[in-house]
């Protein structure tokens, strides 16, 4: 287990989270946000606030990464401990070891799929499969990719590549949580990881999976048994619920039934809820934890605004889909 910084060492950072912070979008910028006509208006109310906004719609993935490598470099510039955020980060590794494969077979450009910040750079992901040389990158991903690459190979099933790697990624970053001594970066982890494994339990048990499936699929977690999630998914809804009863999740089991979606916001918006009274601590690792997932929050946030707009959704709807957030 990684050492701990002594708490003193964070007194300056969390000084200039303070000041990013002040910078988070508020209520009232969200309301502006809902209530522009079109995602051309709602850039320009964005361009308001201070955003670098794009003149063309396609670029609004780019300029929500650029967003989110803006925060990750201020943490690396200055959080004495940088460690504490891999496993946040982890997240995005695995999604652009799905994008990277899936380019690399079908020829697309990867750059409009590989998301940022990542740990492993978007070059070396590209040459490691290009060359069709998976050792070029470092473990976990190097074996993960190989696993995925020779499985999609022998039967051409892209499902079966992506479930090899939403595993890997769950495993991943419940591994590197189980590294840190930041309780706080434990329990959100586990939570979201916890999440990721009732979503996949859930819908195989609605499809009726065999128990193959859910030992392939479902990964490690600190709050769920593992062995009990994947017998009770592997009997079925009903048993899978029955289980979920007697969790930290049980409160909203109905909601699973009714809304995944919901249930996933729900839990979400718990972390968020839970992180408020956090980032006001003067020292120690807590405040930029939370400023960094509520960063990650509002470009969620905008980018669902956005693609509402594109889509040409009621104000109403694109505001029950949001996260809270807490500025």
Not at 108 to 133: C, G, H, T, W
Not at 139 to 167: C, H, M, W
Not at 288 to 308: C, S
Request: charged share 25%; net charge neutral.
């Amino acid at each position: 287990m990684k050492g701990k910084v002594n708490e003193s060492h964070y007194a300056y950072s969390v000084t200039a989270a303070r000041i990013m912070q002040r910078a988070l979008l508020s209520d009232a910028d969200y309301a502006q946000l809902i209530a522009a006509p079109d995602a051309i208006a709602a850039l320009a109310v964005l361009s308001s606030k201070g955003w670098k906004t794009p003149d063309d719609i396609s670029r609004i993935p780019q300029m929500l990464d650029d967003e989110l490598q803006k925060a990750w470099d201020f943490l690396t510039e200055f959080a004495p401990d940088i460690d504490i955020f891999k496993p946040f980060i982890l997240r995005n590794d695995y999604h652009n070891l799905k994008a990277a494969l899936k380019c690399a077979l079908s020829e697309l450009q990867i750059d409009r799929y590989f998301i940022r910040p990542a740990l492993v750079p978007r070059k070396l992901m590209i040459n490691a499969l290009s060359e069709n040389r998976f050792s070029l990158l470092p473990e976990p991903f190097s074996s993960v990719l190989k696993k995925a690459y020779d499985a999609l190979n022998e039967t051409r099933d892209g499902q079966l590549a992506d479930i090899i790697i939403d595993r890997a990624a769950i495993d991943g970053m419940i591994a590197a949580a189980g590294e840190i001594r930041e309780p706080l970066v434990r329990r959100i982890i586990d939570t979201l990881c916890a999440l990721s494994n009732i979503k996949i339990a859930f819908r195989g048990a609605t499809l009726s999976k065999n128990k193959d499936f859910f030992e392939t699929a479902i990964g490690n977690c600190f709050s769920l048994d593992r062995k009990s999630l994947i017998d009770a998914s592997a009997k079925g809804s009903n048993e899978l619920f029955q289980y979920l009863k007697t969790t930290s999740y049980a409160e909203h089991t109905e909601l699973l039934k009714t809304s995944p979606i919901d249930f996933e916001r729900h839990f979400e918006d718990r972390i968020l809820s839970s992180l408020e009274p956090i980032r006001f601590e003067a020292l120690g690792a807590n405040p930029l934890i939370a400023f960094f997932l509520f960063k990650e929050a509002e470009i969620k946030n905008i980018r669902l605004i956005l693609a509402g707009k594109l889509a040409q959704s009621s104000g109403e709807e694109i505001r029950r889909r949001l996260r809270r957030i807490y500025v």
